[in-house]
């Protein structure tokens, strides 16, 4: 069993930002594919970026060259650094764990709230 908490989550201004962090237990983190997603109000859950095992990354186009993800295998922890964070950037943002690159793992996060305001 994988358990997952982020933290990091906050009020930040348009142009501002944040860095959230998803530090996992309970299993061998290497071997996991981590993605993080987000779900705004009244929108599905979407994939915002995601790496592998071996430090390969993917990124919504949406947040290509704003975010970054990145790992520590010995840390169990996974970042996402989220910089020139516009409005439409708010949303709760979840943590995910899997064996599948780039495919929606089993294990979550409870989320972290992120707020962007204009």
């Known amino acids: 069993q994988v358990q997952l908490v982020e933290s990091g989550g906050g009020l930040v201004q348009s142009g501002g930002s944040l860095r959230l962090s998803c530090v996992t237990s309970?299993?061998?983190?290497?071997?996991?594919?981590m993605g993080w997603y987000r779900q705004a109000s009244g929108e599905q859950r979407e994939l915002v970026a995601g790496i592998t095992s071996g430090g390969n990354t993917n990124y919504a186009d949406s947040v290509k060259g704003r975010f970054t993800i990145s790992r520590d295998n010995a840390k169990n922890t996974v970042w996402l650094q989220m910089n020139s964070l516009k409005p439409e950037d708010t949303a709760l943002y979840y943590c995910?764990?899997?064996?599948?690159?780039?495919?929606?793992?089993?294990?979550w996060g409870q989320g972290t709230q992120v707020t962007v305001s204009s």
């Open positions: 995910n764990a899997g064996i599948i690159p780039r495919r929606t793992g089993d294990y």
């Open positions: 309970g299993s061998i983190f290497e071997i996991y594919y």
